[in-house]
């Protein structure tokens, strides 16, 4: 079935770094935006990262320069590598499917940045 | 960046009634590229509609959107159990792409 698989989430110092995974599975990856997604314990949604099917990236301020998205076609995955991280980055990370609405979503994988 | 404002920020109602829930952009999102989406607690979100008025695969019709430009509503008719959950709009019309705060649509 279609299915979008999160890992890498852990606890770290800030500063630190971290890289998460999307696996994804039961759908032609290559022909699909893939996005990163986070939520703060108990806070809304916010936007972090997307990359297109050419490879293209965009980044939400708030990451701008600390993060960066790759994707590996042959693989079926994502990645987002995490640098310099903060307190405020502390969250459940989602990775989602698409462009125009992000239709399927994982499960999510938990980051903490804490001393 | 595009700051959407959803009102109102709570909503308290019961089974079978109609929920109206509001997203205003600060800046007209292009295209209307504009979606809702549903969580419940401890899931992920669940897409309900994009590009301001289509509903998602295997969304029912008791869902209906609308708007362009700025101002955006999400409709619910007939509450079900089920649909008391948290609801967010996102652009993705313009860059960077943001979410709104949400709506708490609860019993």
């Known amino acids: 079935q279609v299915q979008l698989v999160e890992s890498g989430g852990d606890l770290v110092k800030p500063g630190g770094s971290l890289r998460l995974s999307c696996a994804a599975s039961g759908f032609t990856f290559s022909d699909h935006y893939i996005s990163w997604i986070r939520q703060a314990p108990g806070k809304g949604l916010e936007w972090v990262s997307y990359i297109s099917t050419s490879s293209f990236t965009e980044y939400a301020d708030s990451v701008k320069g600390r993060f960066t998205l790759s994707r590996d076609n042959a693989q079926n995955s994502v990645y987002l590598q995490m640098n310099n991280l903060r307190a405020e980055d502390t969250a459940v990370y989602y990775c989602?499917?698409?462009?125009?609405?992000?239709?399927?979503w994982g499960q999510g994988t938990t980051v903490i940045v804490s001393s | 960046e595009t700051v959407l404002t959803q009102s109102p920020g709570t909503l308290s109602l019961s089974p079978g009634d109609r929920a109206t829930l509001s997203c205003r952009a600060s800046?007209?999102?292009?295209?209307?590229?504009l979606g809702w989406y549903q969580q419940k607690p401890g899931q992920a979100p669940r897409l309900l509609i994009y590009?301001?008025?289509t509903r998602a695969t295997g969304i029912p019709d008791r869902f209906s959107a609308s708007g362009s430009g700025t101002d955006f509503i999400l409709n619910i008719v007939r509450l079900e159990p089920e649909d008391f959950a948290v609801y967010y709009c996102q652009q993705y019309g313009n860059s960077p792409r943001t979410f709104g705060r949400g709506t708490r649509v609860e019993i």
């Open positions: 590009s301001a008025g």
């Open positions: 989602s499917r698409g462009h125009y609405g992000m239709d399927v």
């Open positions: 800046q007209s999102v292009r295209s209307n590229f």
